[in-house]
């Protein structure tokens, strides 16, 4: 006589039944990873909003509104590679399928993000040719995405 147990544990490691799982594991993985991607959007937000709110409102010197300037713009970009993010993981809960021009978009946000906030005195030479690369890669990633590859992928 055979075990419950074991005939479950056969049905269970069938391939639609494991697959399955795996498909609802996904799905709800993603469903929280959106609210805690929606938590990080609004804490970045507050971030950028307190930082405008403190600025603003007291005065500062002249040479240090250069430096106010590009940390405003690293925050507003903050919430740009935030929302990008989301969109990936919202891409994801409709189709199931990783859209490849969006994680480049989101890649070079975060690229431009770091050249924006670059501080190029402290900056050594060889992490000006790295960003370079970086940036050449992802655009000729992106331009593959959009003229090569087949339309229904993206």
Not at 126 to 132: F, N, S, V, Y
Request: charged share 20%; aromatic share 10%; no cysteine.
């Amino acid at each position: 006589m055979r075990h419950p147990l074991l005939k479950s544990v056969r049905e269970f490691m069938k391939d639609d039944n494991f697959l399955g799982l795996l498909g609802r594991v996904e799905t709800w993985v993603s469903k929280i990873l959106s609210i805690m991607m929606l938590l990080v959007i609004f804490l970045a937000v507050f971030q950028l909003g307190t930082f405008l709110f403190i600025k603003l409102s007291s005065p500062f010197p002249s040479e240090e509104s250069g430096k106010i300037l590009f940390t405003t713009f690293g925050l507003f970009l903050n919430v740009l590679i935030a929302f990008e993010i989301l969109e990936n993981i919202t891409a994801y809960l409709k189709k199931h399928v990783i859209q490849v021009e969006l994680v480049i978009v989101t890649s070079l946000i975060a690229v431009a993000r770091k050249i924006i906030i670059l501080d190029l005195e402290k900056t050594a030479g060889l992490d000006l040719i790295a960003l370079a690369t970086a940036i050449f890669a992802l655009s000729i990633s992106y331009w593959i995405v959009r003229n090569v590859a087949p339309k229904s992928n993206h």
